[in-house]
C-alpha cells in the first residue's frame, strides 16, 4: 500500500515502542487534530491512553496511520474510501499491519546497510 517512494518522504520510524501525539504528527507529517480525527474516523486506529487522556501510539499505529495518509493525500481517497479499503485489505489479509511493519523494517534495515557500505 505504501509505495517505497512514499516512504522516502516521512522520516524513520525509531525502534521506540511509545510515541507522543506530537512524535506521531511529525513522523507522518500530519497535524495533532488529524490524528484525533482519524482516530474517530477509524476503529482500527486507537492509541494507549493514560493519565490525563494522553495518547501513546505504537509502532503498528504508526504505520497505520502513515496508509491513511498515503490513501488519501497521495491516492486520493475519500475518509470513508480509506476506511473501506483498510477494512476489505484487513478481513482479506489479516495481517496488515504486521506485514507492513515488516516491510517498512526491511527498509530501514536496508537503508543502515546501504549506509555502513558506503564507508
Not at 43 to 62: E, F, T
Not at 78 to 96: C, D, F, N
Request: hydrophobic share 30%; charged share 30%.
Amino acid at each position: 500500500m505504501l509505495e517505497p517512494s512514499n516512504n522516502n518522504e516521512l522520516p524513520t520510524i525509531p525502534g521506540k515502542r511509545y510515541f507522543t501525539i506530537g512524535e506521531v504528527s511529525e513522523l507522518c507529517l500530519v497535524k495533532p487534530h488529524v490524528l484525533r480525527y482519524w482516530e474517530q474516523e477509524f476503529p482500527s486506529l486507537s492509541p494507549v491512553k493514560r493519565r490525563g487522556n494522553r495518547r501513546y501510539y505504537q509502532r503498528q499505529d504508526v504505520v497505520l496511520i502513515r496508509q491513511i495518509r498515503s490513501l488519501l493525500y497521495e491516492h486520493g481517497f475519500t475518509i470513508g474510501g480509506a476506511r473501506q479499503k483498510l477494512e476489505g485489505e484487513s478481513t482479506k489479509q489479516e495481517q496488515t499491519p504486521y506485514k507492513q511493519l515488516l516491510d517498512q523494517t526491511i527498509t530501514e534495515l536496508e537503508d543502515i546497510l546501504d549506509a555502513l557500505s558506503h564507508d
